[in-house]
């Protein structure tokens, strides 16, 4: 008898993401986000928590409440997840996860440390596979929000729909140590 | 005598199809691999990753958003009669491809500090990154073989270059190779890999010689020792993504080149990202 594989649950997650959304996932589900997410990577995350610090966010037009931060940089070539474990990007996701940052998605492992800060802001790490073709068919816009200097490694805003990605680091557990 | 115009037309579409094109042993290891997977959602991402190149193929788009530093071989045949400026046609090919495929613009601006600093932004034009130092060999017979291979980020900085006391036994050296591979997994993100192995006596040839297995490799011919490192990698169960599951490495390319009286192996090892290695290889006769 030929083996049916059971349909898989995936949690619609739209943005911007209330608290107690992000308390009901669980490491390894499946999500698919809708609506507005930033992208930015080396370049500008570092930038964006000097803001924070300086408590000058307001100088660009940025709302981290409930947002999305995917690690990618945005240009004609598409959009797909950089290494989340380089220096700049997995540095920042303390101060932004204090600001309101609830999934920050990328790929690659993080330390037991930034585990424990997702914790702390009722945050979350999902990864996704650096599928930019077909990434290019779930997105609807894009603009550059902020360090335009920075070119594709500028603070973009982009629109999304159905943009798939698991739930790889949440409420102090990970899936990079289950194996 | 092949032409410049002809040279980088073939280099042009060399980049192209490596950079939005799976080949057919990719195709055959990724179903080969969601056939036997049994984590869900490794299966997922393996699932995924087959999708991406089907629609990279029909909309010719990047399979990837990082595109790659291009790497080009050029193996020229006795016979062959080369025009003037052949090394500038695969330069010109080079561009013309990152602006039509699109490449990711990412060249960086500025003097040499300024470059290593980032600090004067980036050209918007992907026609302005830079192709590695053409490596030339030479071949048999009257034809001209290009290949094309766009190397991407990820695997470039879990990659390693350095020495084995092989202690007169290969499987010290691929023991020592997989292990060095193996710490790397987790982190490279972008599994299942393929890891490209180059054994020489210098950190330049064995560089080479692994950038020269990424060309050779298929991942439907594989032989015992290859299949070995895979199994190790394997054995690591990181999985694809880092999710778990079975499928940690597609296979192994390992090209080993001549070597020195010494109880030391100079060797080099990438750990290709799950879309590499993009390459595209075409023939021009004289």
Known sequence: MKKVRKARRVIKVKTPIENREIEKLRVGDQIEIEGKIYCGRDAVLPKLVELIEGNSLDRIKVDLKGAVIFHTAVSPAGIGPTSSNKVEIEGS?????????????????????????????NSVFAITPPVSAFFSDRMISQRVTAFKKEGMEALYEVEVKGFPAIIAIAHGKTIFATH | MISQKRIEEVVKKCLIKAGTAFRKDQLDAYRNAIRKEKNENAKWVLEKIL????????KIFPLC????????????????TLPKGW???????????????????????????????????????????????????????????????????GPEVRAKTYRVFHQRSIDVVLREMAGWASSEMKNL????????????????????????????????????????V??????????????????????????????????????????CCCFEPRKATMVLSG
């Open chain 2, 87 to 153: 090394l500038s046609a695969i330069r010109n090919g080079v561009a013309q491809g990152l602006r039509i495929m699109p490449g990711r613009p990412m060249a960086v601006k500025g003097n040499p500090v300024e470059r290593v600093e980032q600090s004067k932004g980036l050209f918007n034009d992907p026609g302005k990154l830079s192709l590695a130092p053409v490596i030339v060999k030479s071949a048999k017979g009257n034809q001209l073989k290009i290949t094309v291979l766009l190397l991407g980020g």
């Open chain 2, 230 to 271: 895979t199994e190790m990698i394997n054995s690591t169960k990181v999985g694809p993504l880092g999710l778990g599951g079975d499928t940690t490495a597609l296979g192994t390319f390992i090209k080993i080149g001549p070597l020195r009286a010494s109880g030391v192996r100079i060797v080099s090892m990438r750990p």
């Open chain 1, 93 to 121: 996701i303390p101060a932004l996860s204090q600001a309101g940052v609830k999934i920050h998605l990328g790929k690659g492992a993080l330390s037991p440390k930034t585990a424990e800060e997702l914790k702390k802001y």
């Open chain 2, 189 to 228: 993100g972008c599994t299942p890999c393929v890891l490209a192995i180059g054994i020489g006596r210098s950190h330049m040839e064995a560089s080479a010689l692994m950038l020269e297995a990424m060309k050779e490799g298929n991942l439907n011919r594989q032989n015992q020792w290859e299949k070995k």
């Open chain 2, 65 to 80: 958003d990082d595109t790659g530093i291009p790497h080009v071989f050029a193996e020229i045949g006795e016979e062959v």
């Open chain 2, 51 to 58: 999708e991406n190149a089907k629609i990279a193929g029909e």
